[in-house]
């Protein structure tokens, strides 16, 4: 029986190739969040609020809580972020039913037109480029981004993504 250790190719372990994925990275993150930022910046938000509202938007209802254990941002961080997005009518926070101290987060109508407005630009991107990729890879994009994820947070993560 052949060694099937011996028949993968590792050329894409190398060094130099290792290299140039975190460069493409770069310049992939580069030019997603581009045109995004300019489009926050006529409201004076920056990432952490189109974070904060594609999250939101994606799973209404959730608790800020939540939200925090997602973002990874400090409590401080995260209060301004809503506070700016409650104070201008972009979030509606309310009471939790069965427990009254939760606050629960939406978009009001303001803030799922620039949800919209925001990522739109980014869909149109991903569509494009899957577009070109082809099925195959698109699904091995996918399982590559699921490694870079941490191993102890990917089927959390999975489960978010697939609930929306």
Not at 102 to 120: A, H, I, M, N
Request: glycine fraction near 8%; charge should be positive.
């Amino acid at each position: 029986m052949a060694d099937v250790k011996s028949s993968i190719n590792p050329l894409f372990l190398r060094e130099e190739e290792l290299r140039q994925g975190i460069e493409l990275l770069f310049y992939a993150y580069r030019d997603f969040t581009g045109e995004p930022d300019s489009i926050l910046a006529e409201y004076g938000f920056g990432r952490a609020h189109h974070r904060a509202i594609h999250f939101i938007d994606r799973d209404p209802g959730m608790t800020v809580a939540a939200l925090l254990a997602i973002l990874r941002i400090t409590k401080q961080s995260l209060s301004r972020v809503l506070g700016q997005l409650v104070d201008e009518g972009y979030v509606e926070q309310r009471k939790g039913v069965r427990d009254r101290r939760q606050r629960l987060l939406y978009l009001t109508e303001k803030g799922r037109e620039l949800e919209r407005r925001v990522s739109e630009p980014q869909r149109a991107r991903v569509a494009q480029a899957y577009r070109e990729a082809g099925a195959e890879a698109v699904e091995a994009y996918r399982k590559v981004l699921l490694g870079l994820i941490n191993a102890a947070d990917r089927a959390a993560v999975l489960r978010s993504i697939q609930k929306g």
